[in-house]
T-cell receptor, first 117, second 111 residues
Framework: GAVVSQHPSWVICKSGTSVKIECRSLDFQATTMFWYRQFPKQSLMLMAT?????????EQGVEKDKFLINHASLTLSTLTVTSAHPEDSSFYIC?????????????FGEGSRLTVL | GQSLEQPSEVTAVEGAIVQINCTYQ??????LSWYQQHDGGAPTFLSYNGLDGLEETGRFSSFLSRSDSYGYLLLQELQMKDSASYFCAVRPHRGGFKTIFGAGTRLFVKA
């Protein structure tokens, strides 16, 4: 099956610093990737759609300047949490889908658990 | 707006059958999917229904009724390893593969 890799798995940072999370599709090209945020025992909240070669599309209520998304190639999207604060602590998961196929199955990365002190 | 409703928790015993329902109200509809997520892990795809009816994949089956905006996931011969959260998810648009997730149902399988 398709593999999506996310790095780092865990990150702890101080308030005010920025953190970059990488999401890579390892065996397929992804023109679109999705970034989700998940609080403990809650659902996956779609934050934004990352579009290769163009600007990301953010969901309502998600701060564009806070969560910077870059999709520089067909296999890599990055999410940068800028000026992180404790309330940004969460589980961030990326996903991608194959271009082929009609089910729209999403392949998820392992997730990145961010803790802001 | 978009909303997907599913029960928050279900408990069942090993070997039993359990059904997790999902009703949805979305701006558009292009398929209902189900994902499984174990604590601390990433969601994994279980099934997809684009058309009305039942889809079977091993011990798991999924059903869709578009006229009722309703679907369910059926898990048979439950095993302890099936204890996890199960999410229904909707693609509201044909293109783009943007997917909205329900709140999730935590399934507890007891011995």
């Amino acid at each position: 099956g398709a593999v999506v890799s996310q790095h780092p798995s865990w990150v702890i940072c101080k308030s005010g610093t920025s953190v970059k999370i990488e999401c890579r599709s390892l065996d397929f090209q992804a023109t679109t990737m999705f970034w989700y945020r998940q609080f403990p025992k809650q659902s996956l909240m779609l934050m934004a759609t990352s579009n290769e070669g163009s600007k990301a599309t953010y969901e309502q209520g998600v701060e564009k300047d806070k969560f910077l998304i870059n999709h520089a190639s067909l296999t890599l999207s990055t999410l940068t949490v800028t000026s992180a604060h404790p309330e940004d602590s969460s589980f961030y998961i990326c996903s991608a889908h194959r271009l082929q196929g009609s089910t729209g199955e999403l392949f998820f990365g392992e997730g990145s658990r961010l803790t802001v002190l | 707006g978009q909303s997907l409703e599913q029960p928050s928790e279900v408990t069942a015993v090993e070997g039993a059958i359990v059904q997790i329902n999902c009703t949805y109200q979305t701006s558009g509809f292009y398929g209902l999917s189900w994902y499984q997520q174990h604590d601390g892990g990433a969601p994994t795809f279980l099934s997809y229904n684009g058309l009305d009816g039942l889809e079977e994949t091993g011990r798991f089956s999924s059903f869709l009724s578009r006229s009722d905006s309703y679907g369910y996931l059926l898990l048979q011969e439950l095993q302890m390893k099936d204890s996890a959260s199960y999410f229904c998810a909707v693609r509201p648009h044909r293109g783009g593969f943007k997917t909205i997730f329900g709140a999730g149902t935590r399934l507890f399988v007891k011995a």
